[in-house]
């Protein structure tokens, strides 16, 4: 023991034995190489590094890039183009639009042509920030002083496609690897710029910092799931400014110009703050109705309000030419009382204008619209079509399909290419003989999949009311039609980590749990640290290492070099895509946040593009949060990575900022 002070040349390890007893021994051999320098970042096995104070790492405020200094030598990245990524992408603002001031034909373009072009051995790892077309949530986000800015937004990104296509992270691991994250982040609330977040509508999502997995569940669950079977949209109604597939509302059924607030308040000469009105009477509601608009009820847990969703009741029938109250136009400032005309004016009040009964001189921000009076008063001279505009294009009845022409509204679609001359010589009147062949010549096969399970015994029972083979495909039909795999789709696909608001640091992730009293054997299972591990208004290395032995994941988390917490075992990872025709999931699995979590189906957009999304499912719930405060970097190591190497990054971010 005497010699240990002259001879050891490495911090010392203490191994267990295992080859015939257990014993303790003191080894200072195989410690590998760790960085001892702190004016130096470890780079060993640095896959992917995004630090937004090198130029190359952003662009405005929209785009995060990894650094090409490094990249994960087994990336690989073809040219191709995403054909099909305009109906998801749409979801999360990679293409945005706004919702109040587009046209049909505009909304048809970016929805069904929107593209994304893949460019080949450009291995980065990119990441956009995220925001979404419905108007339902708010996403600020800022880069400046070399840090970037999180108060309600984050950024996201895929980084891998189907095949052998586009793939720049790893996505599976195996027994021995390491995935190790870094991050330099300070925690610290902000002054608030928005009340319409990710975080206000779900406060216990709040801190997601970091996600991996898929983005979104089956968009088209919504179209696969007409009858809503699960009766998720049992509180929907239209709001305000609902797309009619009809051009026309059953006053049976709706108010025209349903309303969030019956006392809103104006902001004047704000395009943006406007709230379509018609009117209000009490007495033309029911007691139980007129709860609502005190936020008494509750649907689901949630409030009506709180989910920015109408009413849920149905009025009473309501016939305009009665007597009723009428809330004027914003650009007026005046409390006169107003007739109705159907028209559409741009100074507050849409698909009515209000024609003032009395002096009409405040009304001034609507000249322009109305002319000196304020108002059109003659509708009668105008034809029918005056070319002053080009007609609107009709989508109501348009079947929206892939580029290889499979339909969004079929569900258990597949197809597949072969040259097999097995399957292609099928001795039919349309089958290839070797006279009519090409050699290198591939075809699409293509069907459903068998989502049938009865029994063939039992129902073709030779009765008068058993089926035969001429009416049994109904039930087959009707089995295959059915999406049965949202959940599946999920499973151990959903992992994120967080940072509470007393200081913890840990991780939430959504895995297959078959003891779960949840009818889909969803589990949600997460861990953290003691509070106070992270402070306030403070810069942080934070290091995160996970690591697979025999099947299962174990993470440790550092915070300025500093062991702080280590999990139980978890269930492994399984990064996959959703089970569904690829075309109609593009940029969806396989994706990666940096500030937050995922939207899920939150902002989801259908061909009915006017409707808010009306269902919540588990990512949306459990995963739609940010992180409140700054992030300067990022880093992924696919190798363990030393305790010293560890520490010295550390030492090297604070060297960096000039901390002492």
Known sequence: MANLKDNNYHNLKIRVNKDEYWDFFINKDSFGHFLSNSNRMYDNCLISYIDVSLPECYSGDTWLFGSSNYQWESAYTTTYTLNNIGYTAIDNGFFTYRKDRISNKDFFEIFTKSKYDIVENDNRLKLHAVSGNTLLYEYPVHIENDAIKLNGGFYQGFFMTECNKYRVLPFRMEDGDFWEFEFELNKCELEKESDKTLNDKYPNNKGIFFYLGTRAENKWIYMYDEDDVEGKESCFTLSYDDYIEDAHIDKKDYIVGNFYDVEPEYIEDDIDDYVNFNYYDEKYYTPSEKELFSDDIDCEGNSIMDDFLDYAIKPRIIDESLPHKVIGCSCCSDSSSYKQVSFSNYCGCVKQAYVKNGNSDKCLSCDLIFGEDGYIDDFDGLEEDPGYFENELNIVDFEYETDNGFLF????????????????????????????????????????????????????????????????????????????????????????????????????????????????????????????????????????????????????????????????????????????????????????????????????????????????????????????????????????????????????????????
């Open 409 to 660: 509204k079929s569900a258990n679609d597949y197809y597949f290419y072969t040259d097999n001359k097995f399957l292609l010589f099928d001795r039919t009147c349309k089958g290839y003989t070797v006279r009519d062949w090409v050699e290198g010549t591939q075809m699409m096969y293509f069907g459903k999949r068998n989502k049938f399970k009865e029994n063939l015994f039992i129902l073709m029972n030779r009765t008068s009311t058993g089926y035969t083979v001429r009416d049994i495909d109904v039930l087959r039909d009707k089995a295959n039609s059915v999406y049965d795999d949202l959940y599946n789709d999920i499973y151990n696909n959903a992992f994120a980590l967080r940072i509470t608001d007393n200081g913890e640091i840990g991780y939430r992730y959504l895995v297959l749990d078959c003891e779960s009293e949840d009818e889909h054997k969803i589990s949600i299972i997460e861990g953290y640290s003691n509070p106070g591990v992270i402070s306030d208004c403070e810069w942080h290395t934070v290091h995160v290492k996970l690591k697979k032995t025999f099947g299962k994941i174990k993470l440790y988390f550092y915070v300025d070099g500093k062991l702080v917490y280590i999990t139980k075992q978890l269930p492994n990872f399984n990064f996959h895509k959703l089970n569904d025709l690829y075309e109609k999931q593009e940029g969806v699995p396989f994706n990666i946040s940096l500030g937050g979590g995922t939207q899920g189906l939150g902002e989801t957009i259908q061909p009915n593009y006017m409707l808010e999304p009306t269902r919540l499912y588990p990512l949306e719930e459990n995963f739609a949060g940010t992180f409140i405060g700054y992030i300067k970097s990022f880093k992924f190591y696919n190798c363990g990575v030393e305790y010293m190497n560890i520490l010295n990054n550390y030492k090297w971010e604070k060297n960096k900022r000039g901390d002492k």
